[in-house]
């Protein structure tokens, strides 16, 4: 059974940086498609990033130069580094994982999730 387990949130000023973790069981280490996504009061959850084991990555727009991700395989641990953040960046951020996902297949922050973390708070202050 995948679980994934969400850490690292808090509270930052604007400029700020913070990293997100994912530790993951379960899943595999040598085939993945997994990502972040958040959720602000009052919107839609949206994917922010996702990464394959390829080394493949896809971010949104309002991230991309900011937010990079990455995976630790020895670790079974996905990581979202989160640089310069604004109020806007405010939201719940979960980590989520693809279970139907194999090799030829795009690995994008709109994919269908099958599993996801418990979800991380992070708050950025002006």
């Known amino acids: 059974q995948v679980q994934l387990v969400n850490s690292g949130g808090g509270s930052v000023q604007a400029g700020g940086s913070l990293r997100l973790s994912c530790l993951a069981s379960?899943?595999?280490?040598?085939?993945?498609?997994m990502g972040w996504s958040r959720q602000a009061p009052g919107k839609e959850r949206e994917g922010v990033a996702a990464?394959?084991?390829?080394?493949?990555?896809d971010y949104a727009d309002s991230v991309k130069g900011r937010f990079t991700i990455s995976r630790d395989n020895a670790k079974n641990t996905l990581y979202l580094q989160m640089n310069s953040l604004k109020p806007e960046d405010t939201a719940m951020y979960y980590c989520?994982?693809?279970?139907?996902?194999?090799?030829?297949?795009?690995?994008?922050?709109?994919?269908?999730?099958?599993?996801w973390g418990q979800g991380t708070q992070v708050t950025v202050s002006s």
């Open positions: 989520a994982a693809d279970a139907g996902w194999t090799q030829g297949l795009d690995c994008t922050r709109t994919n269908v999730w099958n599993y």
């Open positions: 379960g899943y595999s280490n040598s085939s993945y498609c």
């Open positions: 990464i394959d084991s390829n080394g493949n990555t």
